[in-house]
């Protein structure tokens, strides 16, 4: 039996951090958005965004290394950790204006300070950190970074991983000390429920969306399941947002936009090793990054991270690369199948022969021992007790393989694997789907503000909705990498409001 229709100005299919981001933002600058956010799930912040499905890394590119690659000349590329560097700051922004409204009460409750470390060994290793020091440091953007090669220094910052270690060692270390661990699963539920708290806003749980179709009035007919009873109900709206994670593919495809001909996704599983250990967790005040294996896709990069999730402090190694068909922690073994179509099966026939040492490492990955995971763990923790650590399911993620044209004489659409986040927006600006894995939450707000410019581009004026939203994020218009000033002068600003360290 299907119920009549409900009508809204925005539906976000999704309850993750990347949906109750887009939903603040929109109803902070226009309260009387009618929005419905829709979720399979019992609660919002169950898949990816949930504390122990991620690493709370807070991406603000100061510690992971596949965002610095090396030149073959030697030198360091640092445009893409700048890029990322800065896009954190619009997250930090949006918190920090809803810690002064209010709106979130405690920021410790979902963000803490945590230094981020880049660890390697090796001369080879040791010589690409120190010409990646030398970059990231005379920029203004990495004011702060600390150096070491001497293991007396290293071992104050970071003690368990010099501990144990050959003295012969070549090692060496950076540190910023601004860092954080951000508890993307607390913040979605601050999130959801300041937007519970304002009129015009209504989530539905439990609720799985089975189909979209573009009406001719430009409205979306979106069909939804009760999971519980099965009941169907039809809720008709302006504006949809696909922020389903692992599930956006799928209804992406569902909706028919000819924008989203071609686009593939390539499921990746994890498996974390966690220490609840007081006498261990307490001694290690850090998330240390480390070089990612030949051919690792760039969320598998080895780190021991401190997580304070709960106000309980843990430890996470990993994550350990693995294979599922899976889009979704909680989804079926069917997915990957169910979304192959006659126009991205070449696409992923072109990921797979281009890379096939991404195939060789999850295939190793999956092979591995529970002895062979513990001594990865041993390099950066080298006194670790095995019985001390357990295994975790860390969340499902979905690279895309995203089309382009071939070059040469026989040109189709060659599928791309992308390691980013990819927004994929209707011609008629009335739908969007997020796809991808990383950065991810910790680009939130700069994933929303993109989405603003894309398709309520005509709101963004001086009598509409730009004061709004330069209240929300005072540094919009400005590039951050070039302006030094405004750079320093935000970042003193939020580190204040959200209680972390700054520099």
Not at 336 to 345: A, C, E, P, R, V
Not at 431 to 440: E, N
Request: aromatic fraction near 8%; include cysteine; hydrophobic fraction near 40%.
């Amino acid at each position: 039996m299907t119920s009549t229709a409900t009508t809204h100005d925005i539906v976000l299919i999704g309850a993750g951090i990347m949906s109750a981001t887009l939903g603040v933002m929109l109803k902070e600058l226009d309260p009387s958005l009618s929005i419905l956010m829709v979720e399979a799930l019992g609660d919002c912040a169950q898949e990816s965004s949930d504390g122990w499905n991620n690493a709370g890394t807070g991406h603000a590119a100061n510690c992971e290394l596949n965002y610095t690659p090396q030149r073959e000349d030697g030198s360091v590329d640092i445009s893409k950790a700048l890029e990322v560097n800065t896009e954190f700051d619009i997250s930090r922004q949006l918190w920090a204006y809803l810690v002064r409204r209010g709106a979130i009460p405690d920021p410790r409750a979902f963000i803490h300070p945590c230094p981020h470390m880049s660890f390697v060994w090796g001369d080879d290793n040791v010589a690409f950190l120190r010409e990646r020091f030398k970059t990231m440091s005379a920029h203004h953007c990495y004011h702060g970074m600390e150096y070491s090669e001497d293991a007396a220094v290293i071992a104050t910052w970071a003690p368990l991983i010099i501990e144990g270690r050959d003295p012969a060692q070549s090692i060496a270390a950076t540190r910023m000390a601004t860092g954080t661990d951000v508890d993307y699963g607390a913040l979605t539920h601050l999130l959801v429920h300041h937007l519970c708290s304002r009129p015009g806003f209504a989530v539905r749980y439990d609720s799985r969306v089975t189909d979209l179709d573009r009406q001719d009035d430009g409205t979306w007919r979106i069909a939804v399941k009760d999971v519980q009873d099965g009941a169907k109900h039809i809720v008709s709206a302006r504006f949809v947002f696909i922020g389903a994670g692992g599930g956006a593919l799928p209804l992406l495809q569902k909706s028919k936009i000819p924008e989203a001909k071609g686009y593939g996704g390539f499921p990746v599983s994890g498996i974390w090793l966690r220490c609840d250990v007081d006498a261990v967790s307490h001694r290690h005040h850090a998330k240390v990054y480390g070089k990612a294996a030949s051919g690792s896709p760039p969320m598998s990069v080895p780190h021991l991270d401190t997580r304070i999730i709960g106000g309980k402090q843990s430890l996470l190694f990993g994550p350990y690369a693995g294979f599922s068909t899976k889009f979704l922690k909680h989804g079926s073994l069917t997915d990957l199948f169910s979304t192959l179509k006659h126009d991205n099966i070449i696409p992923l026939l072109d990921v797979a022969r281009d890379n096939i040492e991404l195939t060789e490492y999850l295939i190793g990955q999956v092979m591995q021992s529970a002895d062979h995971q513990f001594a990865a763990l041993k390099e950066f923790f080298p006194n670790a007790v095995q019985q001390d650590w357990k295994k975790a399911v860390a969340g499902q993620r979905v690279q895309t393989i995203a089309p382009h044209e071939s070059a040469g004489w026989f040109k189709h659409e060659q599928g791309k694997l992308e390691f980013g986040t990819e927004v994929v927006s209707a011609a008629d600006k009335s739908l969007v789907a997020l796809l991808g894995a990383s950065p991810g939450a910790s680009t939130a707000a700069f994933i929303a503000l993109e989405i603003l410019q894309r398709c309520f581009d005509a709101k963004l004026t001086d009598d509409a909705w730009l004061p709004g939203l330069k209240a929300i994020i005072p540094t919009y218009g400005i590039d951050l990498k070039q302006d030094a000033n405004a750079c320093r002068t935000t970042r003193t600003a939020t580190a204040a409001l959200l209680k972390i360290d700054n520099v």
